[in-house]
T-cell receptor
């Protein structure tokens, strides 16, 4: 149980385009979802926290107009990278937690974004 | 958020026991200690979680002293497939509570 999926697993796009990444909790209701970014050989950096039905809370230094997060249902959160540039190329990972086991976060497999 | 400190890297031979220690001096009363494993280009995978004393599951043990200012992940008889980055996280007293990933420990298992 407690499986989180991400789609797509890998995406390549041209500079200036927007890319949407989906994060789904497959067998539980995720009251809170988190989005992380990871550059090569670095640790995970938290970008934002989203609760179902409310606006996301962004970490300092993360542009909310560039990284649009929507958590419209208890099983789906989306991250849209708007007007992507090569410096946005990274590994994006989501995690989710549920009310019943509040002391656990379940991570997705990640999405590799390459902006040309 | 409690900050964690771990060794950047460790090497071990196959079949040996590996102990990775994490320091978290400002851990809060309600904080749990959780360890994750990450392979390249994959999301972190849960290994073990504890609050105090010792916790053991089928893959690892977690030792937490009484003051909870540190913790040690113990991996028995490592194999080449255990080569990965191991992260110690402190927090998660509430699922909506964010956590901060430290540098992690890159474990290299040598044949």
């Amino acid at each position: 149980g407690a499986v989180v999926s991400q789609h797509p697993s890998r995406v390549i796009c041209k500079s200036g385009t927007s890319v949407k990444i989906e994060c789904r909790s497959l067998d539980f209701q995720a009251t809170t979802m988190f989005w992380y970014r990871q550059f090569p050989k670095q640790s995970l950096m938290l970008m934002a926290t989203s609760n179902e039905g409310s606006k996301a809370t962004y970490e300092q230094g993360v542009e909310k107009d560039k990284f649009l997060i929507n958590h419209a249902s208890l099983t789906l959160s989306t991250l849209t990278v708007t007007s992507a540039h090569p410096e946005d190329s990274s590994f994006y990972i989501c995690s989710a937690s549920q009310r019943e086991t509040y002391n656990e976060q379940f991570f997705g497999p990640g999405t590799r974004l390459t902006v040309l | 958020l409690a900050k964690t400190t771990q060794p950047i890297s460790m090497d071990s031979y196959e079949g040996q026991e590996v102990n990775i220690t994490c320091s978290h001096n400002n851990i809060a009363t309600n904080d749990y200690i959780t360890w994750y494993q990450q392979f390249p280009s994959q999301g972190p995978r849960f290994i073990i979680q504890g609050y105090k004393t010792k916790v053991t599951n089928e893959v690892a043990s977690l030792f937490i002293p009484a003051d909870r200012k540190s913790s040690t992940l113990s991996l028995p008889r490592v194999s080449l497939s255990d080569t990965a980055v191991y992260y110690c996280l402190v927090g998660l007293s509430g699922g909506y509570q964010k956590v901060t990933f430290g540098t992690g420990t890159k474990l290299q298992v040598i044949p």
